[in-house]
């Protein structure tokens, strides 16, 4: 209505308004005297008798009750002659609330504004009965606003919301403008308790003014079923009887169902509230002994569902409790292997405040500071209820949640490995934990440790991990165990956990927790395992971007892109590693965004954009080094050494290589240096240093990485053929890459198929060398590895391969093949056709025409004629 006087005011109209009111209701005409009282003076325009009818209605005059005939004339006279003078608008708002006169005479003259410069709009809240009679007048039902409109008003109002509380405020207000506005102040300050995480949250004044007013008139049995259904939850009816039990049943609410406050779903015996809103209300509205006693009933009625009956005793205590606040820590376990941090760390926080001992107080203080620091990115509350637990617990020595939480908050805050690593190895080495291997706080401790051990990338990082993983007793849990082979150091353990691996990665489809499966990926990456983590990797991404656990989001990220990356997936690579910074940026989770820029900067240099390669890896090594994080420092000459390489600076290329790992040196504890074998070898014999080449070579034999996985025999026999004159060599490389496994590792199969093609053509038969050639061409155009197509198409045509080139004044935007395959597509043929003839796959000739169009300016192929015989530049 505000808007409306706004614009009629805009366009010179005079706006009268007025708003129903329950305490008025009763009052006859007191709305009508409130819509008229501004124009009461021109009354003296209106003839004697209905001037008199008028003002004794409105309380200006007296005399006995008027006819209610001659009151309607009158106020229908009173608006034309002021809209004689100017147009005139009647605002009346809160229509449910209005007297039944002030109802009956607004009827009357909204039906009889026709040819007159007045009109009235009068609004009423949805649901609600009023004495104005519809009949005659157009009505129009307000929806709320939908995802998109309350997405944008939200983001306007409120551009700082952190996303999670943005969704939670979409849930809440549904659409209702003035919830939007309201209830932002609520969420950000219950952030970490249990509140946030409710259907039921604290409302503004305003707010209750208007979800409450509906509640107040109900009967007393009906607001207390309300109250109940509300604390129940899930809307299931069943429970509401069993709390019932000896009583009448749901028939107490039926006056909430007439008022459509509620409706019960008999297909599914779920009752259901009109807005979520109304429970806050009804909380708001309710007693302490009332709320404690619904919480107790059910809690009674759920002796099956240990988590809400946990929930429920908790919110019914008055005080420190210690066997409710065991049942809420249990409950907290359990809800962590779902993946729900937020919920989990609610519960913790919760029996914090009903243990009966300060070091129970500190110890589930510390468990939920963990949870927020390492799961769900709450690192400001994580700090808060870190400080609170040393408070609680002055001394923290043994807590190994403590000492955890404290590691991931210098982690994303200065990102300090060392410092994180010496706090975390003396909580370990300290702790009054037995090394019981079912202690589920120092398990969660070593996999922290793992981690920055890798971050360090150094030995001397990694000896207190397993002096402490030794200890451990009767055995380290299967993952853990797992990831110490096939993690720190893969060249020299990692084929030891070959026979492991295959039981775990199986259990895979049926896990849920997110936690286990992100471990499992992190264990399967050295041994080219990632595949096998796919789809359970694109659960938690879903599951992420549905306000998942961001820290598992991320996980999932990173071995979806390093796949990706290996795969030839080039295009769900960049585009995931750009989601994964998103998330770093939004969730609090800073510290990770190296490894999406080294995921970036990977396809960058293979697509031969080169300086963006370089910038990315500068990032990286500039973010790194002032933090300890040797890891990151080391993974970005590997996005150099690629870029070089493209370049054809193959010196470039070997320095980079050999900072990873020096040639003839499989680094200790530095796993990935197997990503850049042949890099180095390559680089090594195009600059002459063939006793650096040979060397390296041999110390990838000893090490046996061939063992580890396909892609590494690959390598390895891709590396022999460089540095070995021998047939058996090139036997056992051509034999590998005729197996169905090439194809998996699509740009190292093509990279070694090129540098095999080069040698054959140099020493061998031009027609083999085509055949390599051929199958690397197809490989690199599927990825657009640019640098590489380009030396493909120079070998090919030193083979006496045609690629028809693209004439003077043909398309310069296009390529020598993409010009070829669109004058092929223009004169008609098929994909399949194309492919056949130019020995491409028919992907690859749909993934052209798909980057041909845009460049010349069409949309299909039979614009390609007119674009091609045009001759004109598409830049």
């Known amino acids: 209505m505000a808007a409306a006087a706004q614009l009629g005011v805009a366009a010179g109209m005079r706006v009268l308004r007025a708003s129903g009111s329950e305490f008025e209701a009763d009052v006859s005409y007191s709305c009508l005297n409130q819509l008229l009282l501004p124009v009461h003076t021109d009354l003296d325009r209106l003839p004697t008798g209905p001037r008199e009818a008028l003002a004794v209605a409105l309380g200006f005059g007296a005399g006995p009750p008027p006819d209610a005939l001659l009151v309607c004339n009158a106020a229908l006279l009173l608006v034309r002659a002021v809209a004689g003078d100017v147009p005139v608008v009647l605002l009346v708002d809160d229509v449910q609330w209005i007297d039944r006169a002030s109802a009956v005479v607004l009827g009357f003259i909204a039906r009889r504004l026709e040819g007159c410069r007045a009109g009235l709009l009068a609004s009423a809240r949805t649901g609600m009965a009023s004495f104005l009679d519809p ?53 950000v300050g219950a952030v970490s308790r249990a509140a946030a995480r409710s259907e039921v949250v604290p409302l503004s ?78 909380v708001a509205m309710s007693t302490h002994e009332e709320r404690r006693g619904a919480h107790l009933a059910l809690a009674e009625a759920l002796h099956g569902d240990q988590e809400r009956r946990a929930w429920h005793l908790a919110a019914a205590a008055a005080g420190p409790d210690e066997e409710v606040a065991s049942l809420l820590e249990q ?102 934990h037995g090394y019981r291997a079912e202690d589920p706080a120092l398990v969660e401790a070593m996999h922290t440790l793992l981690l920055l051990c890798w971050y360090g990338s150094s030995p001397e990082y990694w000896e207190p991990f397993f002096q402490a993983l030794g200890r451990l007793r009767p055995q380290p849990p299967d993952v853990l165990a797992l990831a110490s082979r096939t993690f720190p150091d893969p060249v020299r353990t990692g084929a030891s956990a070959l026979p492991r691996i295959d039981a775990i990665l199986d259990s895979l489809p049926d896990e849920d927790d997110p936690t286990r499966v992100v471990r499992i990926g992190t264990a399967s990456v050295y041994l080219d395992r990632l595949a096998d983590c796919r789809e359970s990797s694109w659960r938690l991404v879903r599951q992420g971007r549905d306000g998942g656990p961001a820290r598992r989001h991320l996980g ?33 989770f800073s510290f990770f965004a190296w490894y999406f820029r080294y995921n970036r900067a990977l396809v960058a240099a293979g697509r031969g954009r080169f300086d963006e390669a370089y910038a990315l890896a500068d990032e990286m090594t500039h973010w790194a080094l002032p933090r300890g994080v040797s890891a990151a420092a080391l993974f970005a000459h590997h996005p150099r050494a690629l870029a070089a390489s493209g370049r054809g600076d193959w010196d470039a290329a070997f320095l980079h290589a050999a900072a990873m790992s020096p ?50 025999a690959l390598i390895q026999a891709g590396a022999d053929v460089l540095v070995l004159d021998d047939e058996a060599a090139t036997g056992r490389l051509e034999a590998l890459l005729a197996g169905p496994e090439a194809e998996r590792w699509l740009f190292e199969a093509s990279r070694i198929r090129l540098a095999l093609g080069e040698g054959l053509r140099r020493t061998r038969s031009a027609s083999q060398a085509r055949r390599h050639l051929l199958a690397a061409r197809e490989g690199f155009a599927a990825m657009a590895a640019a640098p590489w197509l380009e030396r493909t198409h120079t070998e090919l045509r030193a083979t006496k391969y045609r690629l028809s080139d693209a004439p003077p004044d043909g398309p310069a935007a296009l390529t020598a093949q993409e010009y070829q395959i669109a004058q092929l597509a223009a004169s008609g043929l098929s994909n399949k056709q194309i492919a056949e003839r130019l020995y491409l796959s028919h992907r690859t000739v749909g993934a052209h025409l798909y980057r041909i169009f845009p460049k010349l300016g069409v949309s299909s192929r039979a614009g390609l004629r007119d674009a091609l015989s045009s001759g004109s530049d598409p830049r």
């Open 135 to 187: 009949r005659g007048l157009a009505e129009m039902v307000v929806e709320p606003l939908d995802d998109e409109a309350a997405g944008r008003l939200v983001d306007v109002t409120f551009p700082q919301l952190p996303a999670r509380i943005r969704q939670r405020l979409l849930d809440l207000a549904q659409g209702n403008p003035l919830a939007l506005m309201e209830l932002p102040s609520t969420l």
């Open 556 to 588: 999932a990220l990173m071995h979806l892109c390093l796949d990706g990356y290996l795969a030839g997936r080039w295009d769900e690579a960049e585009r995931l590693a750009l989601e994964g910074q998103r998330v770093c940026a939004a969730s609090g």
């Open 663 to 712: 040639p003839g040196v499989l680094a200790s504890h530095v796993p990935h240096c197997t990503w850049v074998m042949f890099d180095l070898v390559e680089a090594a014999v195009r600059t002459g240093r063939t006793v650096e080449a040979r060397a390296h070579v041999e110390a990838m034999r000893a090490a046996g990485v061939a063992g580890l996985s396909s892609r590494m």
């Open 205 to 282: 004044d305003r707010l209750q003014a208007v979800f409450a007013a509906r509640i107040a008139d109900l009967p007393e049995p009906t607001r207390r079923l309300l109250l109940l259904a509300t604390f129940e939850g899930t809307g299931d009816i069943r429970v509401l009887r069993a709390v019932l039990d000896g009583e009448p049943g749901l028939a107490d609410l039926a006056p909430a169902e007439r008022t459509q406050l509620v409706r019960v779903d008999d297909a599914t015996a779920r009752i259901a509230f009109r807005h979520p809103l109304i429970r806050s209300a009804i």
């Open 331 to 432: 409950a907290a376990h359990r809800v962590m292997l779902r993946g729900d941090a937020f919920a989990a760390v609610a519960a913790l926080i919760r029996a914090a405040e009903l243990s009966a001992t300060s070091s129970d107080r500190g110890r589930r203080l510390a468990e939920a500071a963990y949870i927020g620091a390492e799961a769900s990115g709450a690192i400001d509350d994580a700090r808060t209820l870190l400080t609170d637990a040393r408070r609680a617990a002055p001394d923290p020595a043994g807590s190994l949640h403590a000492a955890n939480a404290a590691a991931f908050l210098m982690l994303n805050g200065d990102g300090d490995v060392n410092t994180a690593h010496r706090l975390l190895v003396g909580a370990i080495e300290t702790g009054d």
